[in-house]
């Protein structure tokens, strides 16, 4: 007998990501390990928008959540069960807060699946279904994902992943805490005969570290780009790395040989007393900002675009200085991309345990408050500066994104990196513009009002302005009072 199985990733309300769709691996991995006789369908409100169920019919539903999602996922959970539909829920946010998860829906399936999940199966085809079942970190290779569910929806990039778990436990970071610290890399061969099957040109590798920390993982790493390339792939690809692979030449140019177009880095901030209050990597704070100036300069000469990420509100940082300290290295070292957020203390990481412990979290009307924690807005109280304040910062770190830089960036990139770091690098850059164009974060700029409705997809045409002049107007022209 056939049976159907819907798989909902639900909508965030407030999301960055509305315009650069990501297929969500997680449920490729579901529905490679739900056996033949299972008709699976995904259903992506990241797609597509909050929807109502009510003529949605199927004989289970999984649902999956970010921490930010999950508030959404419960609602859907309920208008299923109401109907006397069973929901199973997994992925990150129930799995580091099973108890309140365990409310909402028939059963969990905690941490990764493609273990246990055939069990679940088995259990809800013999009305046996368990309140919990788990993975663990023993999900591994196991299978390869089912990419036909993502067939429905324009996803811009495939995801894939390399490897799992992190051995650095970043106190802001959930990674250790739900993959764990033992960094484990999939086979070579297994990898790049996942990357061949797959049609499109354009691929997201979603490991955390692909590089990971250790000589062993290093070795792997410069193993699996001369195997991409001896295979011909012909792919372009983006991932994340921490900014060690940028130490020597070598890591990068065999990337750029494998088709690797941009590199998103945890930066996360510029002083280095910061990077010891929220790193474990001993490297980074020890060498500070100049270590990571060379590193970016030496991984863009090899054609790759880099995307920073960074911090706000990190207790030791200076308020004074940090929009101007993000900004300055941004233009300094030409970073292609910024990913700014806010200091959010997501369950299951040291920064959650210490922040309840000193009781300065204000958002903890949970599950409703899941929604806040979206890394884009302070739920927790920082010792030099109000949550207005570091908003009034945040914003103005924001204003890299304001749409007459967008071209000159793309221009820059393409003329010193590679024209394939720029496309990348501009359709990161893009989904922030656009959700900074939504939320009025430009309101306060000189040309705000001639401003578009949203950057399209397409190669934005040369500015007739020096793309060097971008560095000088990205500076910010306020500041802030805490
Ligand atoms: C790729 C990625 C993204 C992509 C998402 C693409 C997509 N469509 O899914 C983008 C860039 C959009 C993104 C955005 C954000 N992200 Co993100 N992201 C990741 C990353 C690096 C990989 C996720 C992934 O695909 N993993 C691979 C899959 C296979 O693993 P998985 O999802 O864990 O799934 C396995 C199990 O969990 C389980 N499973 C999962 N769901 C389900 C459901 C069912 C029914 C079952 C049975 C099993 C199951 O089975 C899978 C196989 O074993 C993770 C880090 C990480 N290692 O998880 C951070 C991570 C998930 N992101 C995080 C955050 C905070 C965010 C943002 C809020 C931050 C921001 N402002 O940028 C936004 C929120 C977006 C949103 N949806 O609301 C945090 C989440 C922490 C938390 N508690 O929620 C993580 C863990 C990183 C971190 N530093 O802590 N992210
Ligand atoms: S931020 Fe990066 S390096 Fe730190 S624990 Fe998370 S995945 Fe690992």
Sequence with gaps: MTRRLVLINPRNRVSL????????????????ATPDHWDVELIDEQCEGARDYSQVDADLVGLTAFTTQAPRAYQIARQFRDRGIPVVMGGIHASLVSDEAAQYVDALCLGECEGVWPTLIADVESGTLQARYD??????????????????????????????????????????????RIFRMREIDDVVAEVAAIPQRDIIFVDDDLNGFSPKAKRRCLDLFRAMTAAGL?????????????????????????????VFIGLESTDTKSLALIRKDG??????????????????????????SFILGIDSQNMDTVVADILQFAAETELDGLNPTILTPLPGTRDYAR????????????????????????????????GAGLMRRYIDVLQYFRPEHVAARYWRTHDTVSPEAAWHAFL??????????RSGVFRRAPLAESYPTGIPREVPDRPLVDAALIAASVMPTIRVAV
């Excluded at 509305?18 to 490679?32: C, I, K, R, S, T």
């Excluded at 390399?162 to 970043?170: A, Y």
């Excluded at 929604?371 to 302070?378: D, G, N, Q, R, S």
Aim: charged share 20%; net charge neutral; with cysteine.
């Design 17 to 32: 990501y509305g315009d650069y769709l990501w297929e969500p691996l997680a449920f490729g991995y579901v529905a490679a």
């Design 234 to 262: 012909n792919k372009q690809w983006i991932t994340q790395v921490t900014i060690n692979f940028g130490d020597d030449d070598e890591l990068p140019r065999l990337a750029r040989e494998a088709g690797c177009a941009g």
């Design 428 to 437: 990161w850059n893009r989904v922030w513009t656009n959700y900074c164009l």
């Design 355 to 386: 922040h309840d412990a000193e009781g300065r979290i204000l958002f903890k009307n949970y599950p409703d408050d899941w929604e806040k924690y979206t890394l884009a807005f302070p739920v927790t109280q920082m010792p030099h500066v109000s």
């Design 135 to 180: 993975g663990g970190t023993s999900g591994g290779s196991a299978v390869h994902p089912d990419r036909t569910i993502f067939a429905k929806y324009p996803y811009e990039y495939v995801s894939a992943q390399t490897s799992r778990g992190c051995p650095m436990d970043c106190s802001f970071c959930s990674v250790t805490a739900f993959n764990g």
């Design 283 to 308: 490297t980074s704070q020890k060498r500070g900002a100049d270590y990571y100036r060379e590193n970016v300069a030496r991984i863009r000469r090899h054609g790759i675009g880099v995307v920073g």
